[in-house]
T-cell receptor, first 112, second 114 residues
């Protein structure tokens, strides 16, 4: 059974710092991996999606990498801003893509 | 665009009552999903619909039923609510019929069962 773990559970950094969020999964036979952002009381916003054949995706200050062989993904946030404060969720799509398994998330706080 | 719209936003039920959570998307997506989110447990898939006319169980389907009414709408029904079903429920959709595209989420329904 696929399990997704995110470390750390919470992170506090000063504004301007570069940071890395980690996601690990137990079964390397994945279809894709997504990173989401969730603001308090809101739904999830898709940030980046990496297909199983890809190694990384970039959007603005965000870069996500995927290493299936080691069961790991990282989300790199450059030059963090207070507006980046949110919970970041990693989600693994199993073969077929429908049965997505989510991690519990990393709560990020960027201090001004 | 409205994206994914969920109604109601909040609901309080008594144990044993029934209700239907509504979800509609205006992005012409084929696939739709229902999740529940509980503290410390992440999101868990309840049911999904790969395309209009099809539905399949996810990780935690017990106690729920779904209907894919048309391409736009996917409803979730609790026939006899239990306190263990207190949660935040999210509907999502994605393009394509293989579920591989980015999932777009509604703002959720916060459901309390007393």
């Amino acid at each position: 059974k696929q399990e997704v773990t995110q470390i750390p559970a919470a992170l506090s950094v000063p504004e301007g710092e570069n940071l890395v969020l980690n996601c690990s999964f137990t079964d390397s036979a994945i279809y894709n991996l997504q990173w989401f952002r969730q603001d308090p009381g809101k739904g999830l916003t898709s940030l980046l999606l990496i297909q199983s054949s890809q190694r990384e995706q970039t959007s603005g200050r965000l870069n996500a990498s995927l290493d299936k062989s080691s069961g790991r993904s990282t989300l790199y946030i450059a030059a963090s801003q207070p507006g980046d404060s949110a919970t970041y969720l990693c989600a693994v799509g199993n073969t077929g893509g429908f049965k997505t398994i989510f991690g519990a998330g990393t709560r990020l706080f960027v201090k001004a | 665009n409205a994206g994914v719209t969920q109604t109601p936003k909040f609901q309080v039920l008594k144990t044993g009552q029934s209700m239907t959570l509504q979800c509609a998307q205006d992005m012409n997506h084929n696939s739709m999903y229902w999740y529940r989110q509980d503290p410390g447990m992440g999101l868990r898939l309840i049911y999904y619909s790969a395309s209009e006319g099809t539905t399949d169980k996810g990780e935690v389907p017990n106690g729920y039923n779904v209907s894919r009414l048309n391409k736009r709408e996917f409803s979730l029904r609790l026939e006899s609510a239990a306190p263990s079903q207190t949660s935040v429920y999210f509907c999502a959709s994605s393009e394509g019929d293989r579920g591989g595209g980015p999932q777009h989420f509604g703002d959720g329904t916060r459901l309390s069962i007393l």
